[in-house]
C-alpha cells in the first residue's frame, strides 16, 4: 500500500511575515498533493529524532525566532539522514540568527531588503536548470528584494538582480542573486525560495506559489520529483 507523505510545518517568531496565514496557505497546497500535515505553533514543542525520522518533509516560517539548541541539532541530523526541509523568505533563511548550523544546511542567510517593502523587481527563471522550473516565465512582483549571503553549492534555479535603489550596496557592480535554490544536507534534499513576504504575494504572482509548491514535493521526493 502507498505510504501517505508526512509533513510538519512549523510556525512563529516575526508576525509582520504573516506565518500563521501563509502557513496555513502551504498547509492547504500540501494536502491538495495528498499530505498528511500537521502544523505546530512555536519551536519549544518540536518532536524528538524518532518523529523526525517519520516525516517526509519539515517546513520552517519562523522568522527571527529561536530555536533551542537540542532541536536544532536533531533537526540537522534528520535532515542529514533523508527528511526533507523547504521554506521561504525569512521564515526559512533568517528564521535562526545564531545559528550557523541551521545557515550551512539551509544554504543561506537574509542580510538586507534595499528599499524595503514594495520594491518592484524582476525574477528570472534559469530555463533548464532543473524540472522545478519548467514551463514557468521570468515575472516581475513588488515586494521585499531579498539579498543573501548564500553558499556557493548550491543549486541556483532562479536569481534576481541588484542594485535597483541607491545604497552603500550600490557602489558595487551589478549582482545576481539567487531568488530560488536547492541542495543536499547529506541524505536530505533542501529547497529555498525568498519570495513570501506576506500572503498576498503569493496571491499577486502565483508563480510564486509554484515555485514552492514544486519545491517543497521535491524536497520531500513526491510525485514526479522523486
Known amino acids: 500500500m502507498h505510504k501517505q507523505k508526512q509533513a510538519l510545518i512549523f510556525w512563529g517568531g516575526w508576525d509582520g511575515h504573516e506565518p500563521e496565514r501563509v502557513s496555513n496557505r502551504f498547509a492547504g497546497v500540501l494536502r491538495g498533493e495528498g499530505f498528511a500535515v500537521e502544523l505546530l505553533q512555536g519551536t519549544q514543542d518540536l518532536p524528538g529524532p524518532g518523529r523526525l525520522a517519520e516525516l517526509d518533509l519539515l517546513v520552517p516560517v519562523c522568522s527571527m525566532g529561536e530555536l533551542p539548541k537540542a532541536h536544532s541539532e536533531n533537526i540537522v541530523r534528520a535532515v542529514g ?14 528564521a535562526f540568527r545564531n545559528d550557523t548550523q541551521w545557515q550551512f544546511m539551509t544554504g543561506g542567510q537574509w542580510v538586507a531588503h534595499p528599499g524595503n517593502d514594495g520594491v518592484e523587481y524582476r525574477v528570472h527563471i534559469h ?4 524540472p522545478l522550473v519548467e514551463g514557468i516565465e521570468d515575472f516581475t512582483l513588488r515586494s521585499e528584494h531579498y539579498y543573501l549571503h548564500y553558499d556557493p553549492a548550491v543549486e541556483v ?8 535603489v541607491d545604497g552603500f550596496h550600490a557602489a558595487n557592480k551589478p549582482v545576481d542573486m539567487p531568488v530560488a ?6 541524505a536530505g534534499r533542501v529547497y529555498y525560495c525568498s519570495l513570501g513576504h506576506v500572503d498576498a504575494v ?3 504572482s502565483p508563480a510564486a506559489q509554484e515555485l514552492l509548491r514544486r519545491g517543497m514535493l521535491w524536497a520531500a521526493r513526491a510525485n514526479s520529483y522523486k
Do not use: I, N, V
Open 81 to 94: 539522514e533523508g527528511l526533507g526541509l523547504a521554506g521561504f523568505h525569512g521564515g526559512m533563511c533568517d
Open 157 to 164: 534555479l532562479a536569481s534576481t538582480r541588484f542594485p535597483l
Open 181 to 186: 535554490w536547492t541542495k543536499y544536507w547529506g
Open 127 to 130: 530555463k533548464g536548470s532543473s
Open 202 to 204: 503569493f496571491e499577486q
